[in-house]
């Protein structure tokens, strides 16, 4: 088994033990269940932001350890004073270190559009992501057979949450790609062998049909990247260790935000 597999198999027997401990009657009678979600769509093409999804991550299964006693309050508002156009919190505990805690936190304190990022499987996951305050769920084309999936983004929509579709590439995308999703996002990394590499957003931008909101992620470390990335179509990029090997990750993401804006001022005086 790859990592994926193993993460995905570890996945399921959560769900069922989930499934057991809070019921799905006990998820709707959350504060957030009825509360209207937040465009992530919208945040990202906002002209006054960075099209920046700031992520919170503890560890990962290629890097281990990155911040693994980071301050959710206070780096999920840095975030945002820093220019982010919204918040990317893992929830899942064995492999990222995460937990639903932590997404209910950020959601406490800012007004954003934030993005649960776990491995959807079941149904139950989003009504849950609905119950803790997520706006957007992610779907893994890699982790999921692609009916599955559409139904999977078909439920969330019904329950207001918008979908993030993640593709590795275009056989993924062609496979995937639905009415349902409006938002779609290029994982740099290949989930199988956790090898990133860049080029993987920009071969694909082209496939990815027009009226569709592009997002990159995965392996971006300079502004000068996100200014590529820009420049071949894409409206989000969504960062994660790059701000988060800093002991703070507020700091990082501000002066990196504020270098990717005087990059783009130059480009628009040049041109």
Same mark, same amino acid.
Do not use: W
């Given at each position: 088994? *790859?990592?994926?597999?193993?993460?995905? $198999?570890?996945?399921?027997?959560?769900?069922?033990?989930?499934?057991?401990?809070?019921?799905?009657?006990? /998820?709707?009678?959350?504060?957030?269940?009825?509360?209207?979600?937040?465009?992530? =769509?919208?945040?990202?093409?906002?002209?006054?932001?960075?099209?920046?999804?700031?992520?919170?991550?503890?560890?990962?299964?290629?890097?281990?350890?990155?911040?693994?006693?980071?301050?959710?309050?206070?780096?999920?508002?840095?975030?945002?004073?820093?220019?982010?156009?919204?918040?990317?919190?893992?929830?899942?505990?064995?492999? +990222?270190?995460?937990? *639903?805690?932590? !997404?209910?936190?950020?959601?406490?304190?800012?007004?954003?559009?934030?993005?649960?990022?776990?491995?959807?499987?079941?149904?139950?996951?989003?009504? @849950?992501?609905?119950?803790?305050?997520?706006?957007?769920? /992610?779907?893994?084309?890699?982790?999921?057979?692609?009916?599955?999936?559409?139904?999977?983004?078909? +439920?969330?929509?019904?329950?207001?949450?918008?979908?993030?579709? =993640?593709?590795?590439?275009?056989?993924?995308?062609?496979?995937?790609?639905?009415? @349902?999703?409006?938002?779609?996002?290029?994982? %740099?990394? %290949?989930?199988?062998?956790?090898?990133?590499?860049?080029?993987?957003?920009? =071969?694909?931008? %082209?496939?990815?049909?027009?009226? &569709?909101?592009? &997002?990159?992620?995965?392996? &971006?470390?300079?502004?000068?990247?996100?200014?590529? !990335?820009?420049?071949?179509?894409? %409206?989000? +990029?969504?960062?994660?260790?790059?701000?988060?090997?800093?002991?703070?990750?507020?700091?990082?993401?501000?002066?990196?935000?504020?270098? +990717?804006?005087?990059? !783009? $001022?130059?480009?628009?005086?040049?041109?």
């Amino acid at each position: 088994m *790859n990592i994926l597999d193993q993460i995905i $198999a570890t996945k399921y027997k959560e769900v069922a033990e989930r499934k057991e401990l809070y019921p799905v009657k006990l /998820l709707e009678k959350s504060l957030y269940f009825e509360t209207p979600c937040i465009s992530l =769509e919208r945040y990202l093409l906002r002209p006054d932001k960075s099209g920046i999804i700031a992520e919170i991550k503890r560890k990962s299964p290629s890097k281990g350890d990155i911040n693994p006693y980071v301050s959710v309050e206070r780096t999920s508002i840095s975030y945002m004073q820093a220019g982010a156009s919204a918040l990317s919190v893992l929830t899942d505990g064995p492999y +990222f270190g995460g937990k *639903n805690e932590d !997404l209910m936190t950020a959601r406490k304190f800012n007004y954003c559009p934030i993005l649960r990022k776990d491995f959807t499987v079941d149904e139950y996951q989003i009504v @849950e992501a609905k119950s803790i305050g997520a706006d957007a769920i /992610l779907l893994i084309a890699a982790a999921l057979e692609p009916a599955r999936l559409k139904e999977l983004a078909a +439920f969330a929509r019904s329950l207001g949450l918008e979908v993030l579709l =993640e593709v590795h590439n275009l056989q993924e995308l062609q496979q995937t790609l639905c009415d @349902e999703v409006t938002v779609v996002g290029v994982n %740099n990394r %290949n989930l199988k062998d956790f090898v990133t590499d860049v080029n993987t957003s920009l =071969e694909l931008a %082209n496939h990815i049909p027009a009226g &569709i909101t592009k &997002i990159s992620e995965s392996g &971006i470390s300079k502004p000068e990247t996100l200014v590529t !990335l820009r420049t071949a179509g894409y %409206n989000g +990029f969504l960062i994660g260790e790059t701000f988060m090997q800093n002991s703070r990750p507020g700091q990082s993401a501000a002066a990196f935000i504020k270098e +990717f804006k005087q990059l !783009l $001022a130059q480009q628009e005086v040049s041109a």
